[in-house]
């Protein structure tokens, strides 16, 4: 049996294949990530300024007179 007749095309084109598969799955986690990351950003309410006397500001305040 010679040896350097045997194509080894089989396993280099496996491997690629997998090298591709794995890239496509870290750009999807990637992507997820960054989605996740955002929308996070979207829903934290923002947080209240407290002025140089101390008080509270930036909230709508209920008064009834």
Do not use: Y
Not at 16 to 22: F, G, I, K, T, W
């Amino acid at each position: 049996m010679n040896v350097s007749s045997v194509k080894s095309t089989s396993i280099d084109s496996t491997q690629s294949q997998q090298r591709v598969a794995s890239v496509q799955k870290e750009q999807q986690r990637d992507d997820q990530a960054k989605e996740a990351a955002a929308s996070a950003a979207e829903k934290a309410p923002p947080r209240p300024v407290i002025n140089t006397q101390g008080q509270t500001t930036g909230q709508v305040l209920n008064v009834t007179a």
